[in-house]
């Protein structure tokens, strides 16, 4: 029932679809959205500073009528790129900010790995392959009236759209030291983020996975706050 529900969503069309309006969370996803919302309220000034960076890029994007594109960048596109790539979409619909565009990529094409995906699925999120190759496509489902969104592992400029004026968003030191250009970014942001990597095959692991998850949604939700602000529709 859950993959016809997710196949259904692919190819509701944009018409079709409540623009504005509350997403009709998961009811597992509903604690998850909440909880990053709150914490979104607690970040350093920091961190705040470093995320009004990308909130001024939409919210210029969205005063001029266009869609705020962002891709989240990493070395492998199998982690922290893939958990921005699914809460800033999240987010932004939480903040019933329309036409904002989340897409992630790495410097070279791996798999979103396996405890991505178990971290998603523990936030609540419903998450099924769709193909069983190396580099499986999942599709990512939180909201009943929302589509799903793809996650699998590619090249950053390799994306379903010719974008131009997008969001880089650096999710890791390696990624941001790798491409000193990337070309067609407005603006680019040094997110860096710690790997969680660091905690595969210990008992910490899915300790850790969830604490980047919630890193990560909580900043994405804080920006967005800021964009909604920003608009004056608050």
Known sequence: MHRKLLWGLMVMTAAEMACGETPQWLEAAQPTVELLDSESKTLSPERRALLDEAA?????????????NLIFICTHNSRRSQFGQVWAKVAADYHGLDNVRTYSGGT?????????????????????????DDNPLYLAQYAEDRPALRLNSKVYSDQPDAL???????CCADADESCPVVDGAAVRVALHYIDPKVSDGTANES???????????????????????KLGSE
Not at 57 to 64: A, D, G, M
Not at 219 to 226: G, H, S, T, V
């Open 207 to 229: 300790a850790t996975y969830d604490e980047r998850c919630r890193q990560i949604g909580s900043e994405m939700f804080y920006l967005f706050a800021c964009v909604k602000r």
């Open 108 to 132: 070279e094409t791996t798999a979103c790995n396996l405890r991505t995906v178990q971290a998603f699925r523990r936030a609540g999120l419903q998450v099924v392959a769709t193909t069983g």
């Open 164 to 170: 131009e004026q997008f969001a880089a968003m650096m």
């Open 56 to 68: 001024d890029y939409v919210v210029h994007q969205l005063e001029q009528g266009k869609p705020a």
